[in-house]
């Protein structure tokens, strides 16, 4: 009996809680973890969180998502095709080399490599010129006014360690082994990574050399510890019993739970993506429907009616529990080019949607299926079986195929979907990239088939127009043409949510990447 | 005797190329790994380039023979998702995966083999009773249900025990153990009692069935007859002869385990190879599918290879059979 009592002692002393640490760690969590530390691996949300924390780019964005200079100081278009940049003095990498014009340099030609993920962001970008240590000149093939927009993403890596570790280009797949780069970093930014176990875990550390200490207002953060927790329940357990402090992405369903948690406070904005439905409008005939020899979605009036026979406040208050904004345009209200009388839609009108339906001549409806993916967006397949309903009573039997992201998103690339789910975020936060991917004629992602010569013509022009007022002409008459030909029928703009200790305060943006540099232990 | 076990090498040789086929012929099945491997914003001409460049374009028999070939060094390619070779992946997770089975195995065996003997020699006490109605619920409530529950009492509610991950790990040459921290034994307790649970209804069930069977035998009888004590009869004679079909079952559901576990550590997040299968799966990461599914087989197949033998060796009547059988 003495024997079980000093068991049961120490499995107590074993789940006591432990001691209560000096330092200020954050501890957070996320359903997935970054795919790679290689700053020009993956163009990938989750990537570049992980990566923001590090690493640092010439231009970013604040808590508004209004640009702001980071690695450079001041920047100016001095001819058509070329752009200056002041860049920041008295920057050190972590390992302690000096930050120059030879990184920048270094730094925008990897990203252009062939096994870059982030080529096609700066694509005309012809030479990088090093005038002074603190200087580059970036020459483009053509005239690109949204290159700093552009370059918010691109990670500035040391030249010297990149060369010491033989990570000179970026990881390559097909070279069927990992690099240097992967599970190692030396940026300039706020946190040092110190420990980079994929999936598990990855420990920052506060870089005390980080220039923005002296320029922002210092941040009270000494290490940040990392977890992916793949499981919704286990997360918001997580969060629940204090073992993080912060959940980037809690589930919908818990969120009244957690916002009557004591000490824990839940903030949500507008996030800049919008979700829609694609329509297969150029071929000949749909694919799995029942009419043959035509194409149904080729006719306006029935993609009217099929924006209108969809009861998006339904959707908004059942399914998404508040948390949306109906849209009326495939972009979101920080995106240059969004106004009001855009985002408007058609009114939820059955009656007026079925005598749409008539007139184009299907009074007795059709059959089409609709693909979806069932692990991308938030509620993404609840979304679609709720369509299913609503399109049912204009007279449209709709089948619903729900796949994971894998299968669905190779469905759009390859043509083989008439009517599919998909989402749109915008980093640049310019119209330009909406139509650049998804209306351009022959676009990859434009699995419409829409094709309008006026509107590539403006595209192309919008790409290299520095005015600005002519510019912003071009992009509403884009926005008027495509409105009007109704080529994706919009759903939501969604809205992210973030779960925060009240001890730690963390400006939420609409990227949904937390910087971590902005936030604040509250003790 | 030496010619059975080459034959279940045999069989066992032929199932892993089974299994080999299986996992190769889904890998062909699940997804345009492509499309997840480069961003939205690729060319065709990068897709089409990196297509060749993996061998995807190769008719399938080669890309077989090459798969096999690299199977059996160990090589099973880069994974798509991390971007690191397979085969260290698989190194760094498989820690996790053996010591969680371990000690929800042991956890099993050392609550289930008491409470089965318990219950077989007092079968009208009221905590028998109460003892088999809740093991029901170990046998019927889903990995999940249980994780979830234990969860929300332990970590949510008590603020006992960590809701997820290893804890503290030490690392140990090429292993890494969570079980020389207070820390890590803090974080296996309930990944462990929840894959453990359903094992231990098991072995509860299986011995105080063989217990009670092998309590009303002749040879029981002529024990009490000769006076011995309760403790002789019920140890000496009665469970020895009890834990043949056991350790068998045991045995066999290592691999069952291990299986299971993939449900276990996804709700603890727990970094095994479990939860590496099934992010791999979300992601289509082929490499890894494959990895996982072949080498799960093998310590299917590596069981119940050694059970099969061991079971020739203990028991000497399987020899006779066969050798009757033989015409020896």
Same mark, same amino acid.
């Given at each position: 009996?003495?024997?079980?009592? +000093?068991?049961?002692?120490?499995?107590?002393?074993?789940?006591?809680?432990?001691? %209560?640490?000096? !330092?200020?760690?954050?501890?957070w969590a996320s359903r997935g973890d970054a795919l790679t530390f290689?700053?020009?691996g993956q163009n990938e949300t989750p990537t570049i969180t992980a990566l923001t924390q590090?690493?640092?780019?010439?231009?970013?964005?604040?808590?508004?998502?209004?640009?702001?200079?980071?690695?450079?100081?001041?920047? #100016?278009?001095? !001819?058509?095709?070329?752009? #200056?940049?002041?860049?920041?003095?008295?920057?050190?990498?972590?390992?302690?080399?000096?930050?120059?014009? #030879?990184?920048? %340099?270094?730094?925008?030609?990897?990203?252009?490599?062939?096994?870059?993920?982030?080529?096609?962001?700066?694509?005309? +970008?012809?030479?990088?010129?090093?005038?002074?240590?603190?200087?580059?000149?970036?020459?483009?093939?053509?005239?690109?006014?949204?290159?700093?927009?552009?370059?918010?993403?691109?990670?500035?890596?040391?030249?010297?360690?990149?060369?010491?570790?033989?990570?000179?280009?970026?990881?390559?797949? %097909?070279?069927?082994?990992?690099?240097?780069?992967?599970?190692?970093?030396?940026?300039?930014?706020?946190?040092?990574?110190?420990?980079?176990?994929p999936d598990?875990?990855s420990?920052?550390?506060?870089?005390?050399?980080?220039?923005?200490?002296?320029?922002?207002?210092?941040?009270?953060?000494?290490?940040?510890?990392y977890?992916p927790i793949t499981?919704?329940?286990?997360?918001?357990?997580?969060?629940?019993?204090?073992?993080?402090?912060?959940?980037l992405d809690?589930?919908?369903?818990?969120?009244?739970?957690?916002?009557?948690?004591?000490?824990?406070?839940?903030?949500?904005?507008?996030?800049?993506?919008?979700?829609?439905?694609?329509?297969?409008?150029?071929?000949?005939?749909?694919?799995?429907?029942?009419?043959?020899?035509?194409?149904?979605?080729?006719?306006?009036?029935?993609?009217? %009616?099929?924006?209108?026979?969809?009861?998006?406040?339904? +959707?908004?208050?059942?399914?998404?529990?508040?948390?949306?904004?109906?849209?009326?345009?495939?972009?979101?209200?920080?995106?240059?080019?969004?106004?009001?009388?855009?985002?408007?839609?058609?009114?939820?009108?059955?009656?007026?949607?079925?005598?749409?339906?008539?007139?184009?001549?299907?009074?007795?409806?059709?059959?089409?299926?609709?693909?979806?993916?069932?692990?991308r967006?938030?509620?993404?397949?609840?979304?679609?079986?709720?369509?299913?309903?609503?399109?049912?009573?204009?007279?449209? !039997?709709?089948?619903?195929?729900?796949?994971?992201?894998?299968?669905?998103?190779?469905? +759009?690339?390859?043509?083989?979907?008439?009517?599919?789910?998909?989402?749109?975020g915008?980093?640049?936060?310019?119209?330009?990239?909406?139509?650049?991917?998804?209306?351009?004629?022959?676009?990859?992602?434009?699995?419409?088939?829409?094709?309008?010569?006026?509107?590539?013509?403006?595209?192309?022009?919008?790409?290299? #127009?520095?005015?600005?007022?002519?510019?912003?002409?071009?992009?509403?008459?884009?926005?008027?043409?495509?409105?009007?030909?109704?080529?994706?029928?919009?759903?939501?703009?969604?809205?992210?949510?973030?779960?925060?200790?009240?001890?730690?305060?963390?400006?939420?943006?609409?990227n949904n990447t937390p910087?971590?540099?902005?936030?604040?232990?509250?003790? | 005797?030496?010619?059975?076990?080459?034959?279940?090498?045999?069989?066992?040789?032929?199932?892993?190329?089974?299994?080999?086929?299986?996992?190769?012929?889904?890998?062909?099945?699940?997804?345009?790994?492509?499309?997840?491997?480069?961003?939205?914003?690729?060319?065709?001409?990068?897709?089409?380039?990196?297509?060749?460049?993996?061998?995807?374009?190769?008719?399938?028999?080669?890309?077989?023979?090459?798969?096999?070939?690299?199977?059996?060094?160990?090589?099973?390619?880069?994974?798509?998702r991390l971007?690191?070779?397979?085969?260290?992946?698989?190194?760094?997770?498989?820690?996790?995966?053996?010591?969680?089975?371990?000690?929800?195995?042991?956890?099993?065996?050392?609550?289930?083999?008491?409470?089965?003997?318990?219950?077989?020699?007092?079968?009208?006490?009221?905590?028998?009773?109460?003892?088999?109605?809740?093991?029901?619920?170990?046998?019927?409530?889903?990995?999940?249900?249980?994780?979830?529950?234990?969860?929300?009492?332990?970590?949510?509610?008590?603020?006992?025990?960590?809701?997820?991950?290893?804890?503290?790990?030490?690392?140990?040459?090429?292993?890494?153990?969570?079980?020389?921290?207070?820390?890590?034994?803090?974080?296996?307790?309930?990944?462990?009692?929840?894959?453990?649970?359903?094992?231990?209804?098991?072995?509860?069930?299986?011995?105080?069935?063989?217990?009670?069977?092998?309590?009303?035998?002749?040879?029981?009888?002529?024990?009490?007859?000769?006076?011995?004590?309760?403790?002789?009869?019920?140890?000496?004679?009665?469970?020895?002869?009890?834990?043949?079909?056991?350790?068998?079952?045991?045995?066999?559901?290592?691999?069952?385990?291990?299986? /299971?576990?993939?449900?276990?550590?996804?709700?603890?997040?727990?970094?095994?190879?479990?939860?590496?299968?099934?992010q791999?799966?979300?992601f289509?990461?082929?490499?890894?599918?494959?990895?996982?599914?072949?080498?799960?087989?093998?310590? /299917?197949?590596?069981?119940?290879?050694?059970?099969?033998?061991?079971?020739?060796?203990?028991?000497?009547?399987?020899?006779?059979?066969?050798?009757?059988?033989?015409?020896?």
């Amino acid at each position: 009996m003495t024997r079980l009592f +000093i068991a049961i002692c120490v499995v107590m002393g074993m789940v006591l809680p432990a001691a %209560a640490q000096d !330092e200020n760690v954050l501890r957070w969590a996320s359903r997935g973890d970054a795919l790679t530390f290689d700053p020009h691996g993956q163009n990938e949300t989750p990537t570049i969180t992980a990566l923001t924390q590090v690493y640092e780019t010439l231009v970013s964005r604040d808590a508004a998502l209004t640009l702001m200079p980071r690695l450079a100081t001041s920047w #100016e278009i001095t !001819e058509p095709t070329v752009w #200056e940049f002041q860049l920041r003095e008295g920057v050190t990498f972590h390992d302690g080399t000096p930050f120059t014009a #030879e990184d920048v %340099a270094f730094s925008l030609t990897r990203a252009q490599g062939d096994s870059s993920d982030f080529r096609s962001l700066i694509n005309t +970008i012809e030479s990088v010129e090093v005038v002074s240590d603190h200087v580059v000149r970036v020459h483009t093939s053509v005239p690109t006014p949204l290159l700093v927009a552009n370059l918010t993403d691109v990670f500035i890596m040391s030249a010297a360690w990149s060369s010491t570790h033989n990570v000179e280009e970026a990881q390559d797949f %097909a070279a069927g082994e990992e690099n240097y780069a992967v599970r190692h970093a030396n940026g300039t930014g706020p946190f040092t990574l110190e420990l980079r176990e994929p999936d598990i875990r990855s420990v920052f550390t506060r870089f005390d050399g980080w220039w923005g200490l002296e320029v922002f207002e210092p941040h009270n953060v000494d290490r940040i510890i990392y977890t992916p927790i793949t499981n919704d329940a286990t997360r918001v357990a997580a969060i629940l019993s204090g073992e993080v402090d912060f959940v980037l992405d809690p589930p919908l369903q818990d969120l009244r739970r957690l916002e009557s948690a004591p000490g824990l406070q839940v903030q949500q904005t507008a996030q800049v993506r919008t979700i829609f439905f694609g329509l297969d409008q150029a071929s000949d005939e749909l694919r799995s429907s029942n009419i043959r020899g035509a194409n149904p979605f080729a006719d306006r009036r029935v993609r009217l %009616a099929m924006y209108q026979a969809i009861d998006i406040d339904a +959707i908004q208050s059942r399914i998404m529990r508040g948390l949306s904004q109906p849209a009326g345009v495939i972009i979101s209200p920080p995106i240059n080019g969004h106004t009001a009388a855009l985002d408007t839609r058609p009114g939820f009108d059955p009656d007026a949607a079925r005598q749409l339906m008539a007139d184009a001549g299907y009074a007795d409806g059709f059959s089409v299926t609709l693909d979806c993916p069932n692990n991308r967006y938030v509620n993404d397949e609840a979304i679609c079986q709720a369509t299913v309903a609503m399109l049912a009573r204009i007279g449209i !039997e709709v089948t619903l195929d729900a796949q994971p992201k894998s299968l669905h998103f190779p469905k +759009i690339d390859n043509r083989e979907t008439d009517f599919y789910m998909q989402g749109w975020g915008v980093p640049t936060l310019d119209s330009e990239y909406v139509f650049q991917f998804l209306y351009y004629t022959g676009r990859r992602n434009n699995g419409t088939g829409y094709s309008n010569a006026r509107l590539d013509e403006l595209t192309d022009l919008m790409a290299q #127009e520095l005015d600005e007022a002519r510019r912003n002409e071009m992009i509403a008459e884009a926005w008027a043409i495509a409105t009007e030909d109704i080529v994706f029928l919009p759903l939501h703009h969604q809205v992210i949510v973030w779960a925060v200790s009240d001890e730690f305060d963390q400006p939420i943006v609409a990227n949904n990447t937390p910087q971590f540099y902005m936030g604040r232990f509250t003790d | 005797m030496g010619f059975l076990i080459l034959n279940r090498v045999f069989q066992a040789a032929l199932v892993m190329i089974v299994v080999a086929m299986a996992a190769f012929v889904l890998s062909n099945y699940v997804g345009d790994p492509i499309s997840n491997m480069v961003g939205q914003e690729a060319t065709q001409e990068d897709r089409d380039q990196l297509r060749e460049d993996l061998g995807l374009n190769d008719p399938a028999p080669v890309q077989f023979v090459r798969f096999i070939g690299n199977a059996l060094q160990g090589d099973f390619g880069i994974s798509y998702r991390l971007q690191r070779p397979v085969s260290d992946l698989v190194a760094e997770r498989l820690p996790a995966t053996l010591e969680l089975v371990m000690v929800s195995a042991i956890f099993a065996l050392v609550v289930g083999i008491p409470l089965g003997i318990f219950t077989a020699l007092y079968r009208t006490f009221w905590g028998s009773r109460l003892i088999l109605t809740v093991s029901l619920a170990g046998v019927s409530l889903p990995t999940f249900v249980v994780g979830i529950l234990l969860i929300y009492v332990f970590s949510v509610t008590l603020q006992w025990l960590p809701s997820f991950g290893r804890g503290e790990t030490t690392a140990l040459g090429g292993w890494t153990t969570g079980l020389l921290t207070v820390d890590g034994w803090r974080a296996i307790i309930m990944p462990a009692i929840t894959l453990g649970l359903y094992q231990l209804t098991l072995i509860l069930r299986l011995v105080r069935a063989e217990m009670l069977e092998v309590l009303r035998t002749d040879y029981i009888k002529f024990a009490r007859a000769r006076g011995l004590t309760n403790r002789a009869i019920n140890f000496g004679h009665a469970l020895k002869n009890t834990m043949i079909p056991v350790i068998t079952i045991v045995g066999l559901n290592i691999g069952g385990l291990i299986a /299971f576990s993939i449900v276990t550590e996804t709700v603890f997040q727990w970094p095994g190879m479990g939860l590496l299968f099934v992010q791999a799966v979300q992601f289509a990461d082929v490499p890894v599918m494959s990895a996982y599914l072949v080498l799960a087989s093998l310590i /299917f197949v590596l069981t119940n290879l050694v059970v099969d033998i061991l079971y020739v060796v203990i028991d000497p009547r399987l020899r006779t059979e066969r050798r009757v059988k033989a015409g020896v």
